[in-house]
């Protein structure tokens, strides 16, 4: 099994920038995907930002709008998400997830994920 731990949250002011990272242990294969998503009170699970770890492709929320930037750095071996002009509405606790051979197509899709780590709180103050 794969067992993310998230780090980086915080509180920020609007329009400010905050840096999210996912360590992962246990391996990750090709075929598998790793993703953000994002829950605020009251709210569903959101799919914030995924990536296709044998092609490297990227997949976003509509509502990330190019604020966001998901990243697999090798060398640290985390996933990043760099989050740029925050708005008081991306306040949420912030989850890292793992699949095993994932469909590309439902990459932003919470129920397909099998391994989440515990979160991590993002809250935007105006």
């Known amino acids: 099994p794969v067992k993310p731990v998230e780090s980086g949250g915080g509180s920020v002011q609007a329009g400010g920038s905050l840096r999210l990272s996912c360590v992962a242990s246990g391996t990750i294969l090709y075929s598998d995907c790793m993703a953000w998503f994002r829950q605020a009170p009251g709210k569903e699970r959101e799919g914030v930002a995924a990536v296709y770890i044998g092609g490297g492709m990227t997949y976003y929320g509509d509502f990330v709008k190019g604020r966001f930037t998901i990243s697999k750095d090798k060398a640290k071996a985390t996933l990043d998400l760099q989050m740029n002009s925050l708005k008081p509405e991306d306040t949420a606790m912030y989850y890292c997830?793992?699949?095993?051979?994932?469909?590309?197509?439902?990459?932003?899709?919470?129920?397909?994920?099998?391994?989440w780590g515990q979160g991590t709180q993002v809250t935007v103050f105006s």
């Open positions: 997830a793992a699949v095993r051979g994932c469909l590309i197509a439902n990459s932003l899709t919470a129920s397909q994920y099998e391994f």
